[in-house]
């Protein structure tokens, strides 16, 4: 594939910041990262631990889930059920784990891999396994490989954030995931950073965002 061209924070927080519905909020916080995780097989486990729960209760599973087992496909593949049971694993999910764990087995992936691919690449491999939608799929593309140009129209977060902020400006915050994906357009190339920023509206702003934006 061809490579995509590096954008780093501060590249993306002066695009944004140029943004009429953004660029407040990217004023507000500064640059964000999106810190990219070494470990590709590790950080997809922990989206598979967030699926559809809480911050809180996916980070009490992942600490136990860590202290328990080498969350490697190897050791997931040889650790028995009651203990991922114990670890705070439902049945589902403890399918999802190993699912990724056989198929990370059957074909040797690295990070390497998956960087060599383009997005809608690792999207279709990624998706071929039990357990892994494409919310968790942009999620690997955000934080394993540090995609700048993606934007997870699946998360709930984002999908709140763009409607306080639209809302915000005095406009229908209420839109598909397809006229969300459509919105988004305008943050191209850097609508990994754009998600970001909507993340911080819901979880750091709250209240404040009318303040920031000016209404």
Do not use: C
Not at 32 to 56: G, K, M, T, Y
Not at 74 to 87: C, E, F, N, V
Not at 141 to 167: A, I, N, Q, S, Y
């Amino acid at each position: 594939m061809t490579e995509p061209r590096e954008i780093d924070a501060e590249e993306a927080h002066q695009r944004l910041r140029e943004d009429a519905y953004l660029g407040p909020i990217a004023a507000e916080v500064g640059p964000v990262s999106l810190d990219p995780a070494e470990d590709a097989f590790e950080r997809l486990i922990v989206s598979i631990l967030r699926q559809q729960v809480s911050v809180a209760s996916a980070a009490a599973t992942r600490e136990r889930l860590f202290d328990a087992v080498a969350v490697t496909p190897a050791g997931i593949r040889a650790a028995d059920d009651d203990l991922l049971q114990d670890a705070g694993l439902s049945r589902q999910k403890m399918r999802y784990v190993n699912e990724i764990a056989d198929a990370f087995h059957e074909h040797g992936w690295s990070r390497a891999d998956f960087a060599a691919m383009a997005d809608d690449e690792v999207r279709e491999t990624l998706t071929e396994i039990t357990g892994v939608g494409p919310w968790t799929a942009d999620m690997f593309l955000l934080f394993v490989l540090g995609r700048p140009d993606v934007f997870p129209v699946g998360d709930l977060g984002v999908r709140e954030g763009l409607k306080t902020l639209v809302d915000h400006h005095g406009e229908d915050p209420e839109m598909t995931r397809g006229g969300m994906s459509t919105f988004a357009e305008r943050w191209a190339p850097v609508r990994s950073y754009a998600a970001l920023y909507l993340w911080q509206v819901e979880a750091e702003l709250g209240e404040r965002v009318g303040d920031v934006v000016g209404e």
